[in-house]
């Protein structure tokens, strides 16, 4: 579960890490009792999940009351990249003297957890790596040890922090652990953590999200579900209890099992394709599962093309042979489909679908991943 920045922020603030004093506000009024109570100046934020907000006009310097309402009035209904605001956070600006990024997630080939810590915060952590990669200290942590201060501070050293920002970042990097480890978080990343003039280090943002696995022991998780963003696509596909992400390409995509679906996305990525979803339908998909995904893929109108890429495990080939040919029979496609089937029975689910008599230009075999990458992404464009 994704959680808009000012969540983040409650979320941070439960293990005493310092942000900004500031308040959530749905209506241009609110957003000035907000700044009234943050203080002058303040920063008027657009509450999406999505990167990019600064460039898009969806964050706002004020220094006055009226201010706050010409940029709360103007960002309160703005789309950035198709996310509709419809909350804002206000919170009192932050005099900057330098900028640092942090985070925590696990890096599941390693089994253990991730940390990376990099000077040079306030822009995306992927262009740091790409463009200058050994500004970025990589440091993995056993979760039996857990992340001691001494580390901690050791690899503030490592990534060159100044002097005077060594202790307050340290605290809030073993802090930041607490609340990855303790707040059963996915990720828990502060870009930018930011070095004020005072000498304060502090969080100027905030990106969890959480590990739903870990739901049953946070109900209070229940007070971020209601308000996290969902697209109408993800809506139909949580009412149909399906893992889907919905994305801006052509190639909708279908896949059991979460590393799978993930694979399948960056090899439609890699042929020149781009991904219009990630659906996850889990093992022993029968035909009401494969019916609800393509019903739910069939609702975006971005569509043009559906791969289905299913490796047989406890997930048998012929099963998800005629859950497809069941659900064909229940929704019209808008779409072609392109299936790649191999695994457990996969021979035999290949002949039901070949015996089904569905036409070649509505649903074609491929033998492998990246052929049927290759077909999907031909017939998207």
Known sequence: MDL??????????????????????????????????????????????????????GIKLADNEAEVREHAGN????????????????EHA??????????????????????????????E???????????????HIDPIDGLSAETARQACIDAKLPERAIDGATDIIVKLYRCYDEGDCDLAEINPLIL?????????????TLDENAE???????????LTEMDDREKMAAEKGLQYIGLDGTVGII????????????????????????LDIGGGANADVMAGALEVINSDEKVKSIFINIFGGITRGEEVAKGIVEALGRVDLKAPIVIRLDGTNAEEGRQILLDAGIPESKLRSEPTM??????????AN
């Open 216 to 226: 049953f022991r946070h109900p209070e998780w229940d007070a971020f579900r209601g």
């Open 255 to 278: 896949a059991n099992g979460a590393g799978l679906a993930m694979s399948t996305l960056d090899v439609v990525n890699q042929v020149g394709g781009s991904a219009a979803n990630f």
């Open 75 to 90: 960002i309160l209904g703005m789309d950035i990249k198709g996310h509709v605001v419809r909350r804002l956070w206000v």
């Open 94 to 123: 932050s005099d900057i003297d330098e900028e640092y990024y942090v985070s925590f997630t696990l890096d599941r080939s390693a089994k253990q957890h991730l940390m990376m810590l990099s000077r040079e915060g306030g822009v």
């Open 196 to 208: 004020k003039p005072t000498g304060e280090v502090h969080a100027l943002d905030a990106k969890v």
């Open 4 to 57: 808009f920045e000012y969540q983040g922020k409650q979320y941070f603030a439960r293990y005493d890490i310092p942000v900004s004093a500031g308040g959530p506000s749905d209506t241009v009024d609110e957003a000035v009792a907000a700044a009234n109570g943050a203080g002058y100046p303040v920063v008027v934020k657009a509450q999406v999940q999505v990167g990019g907000r600064g460039k898009a006009g």
């Open 370 to 379: 990246l052929d049927a990458a290759r077909a999907a992404v031909s017939l």
């Open 125 to 139: 952590i992927e262009v740091v790596a790409e463009e200058n990669p050994d500004a970025i200290v990589k440091l």
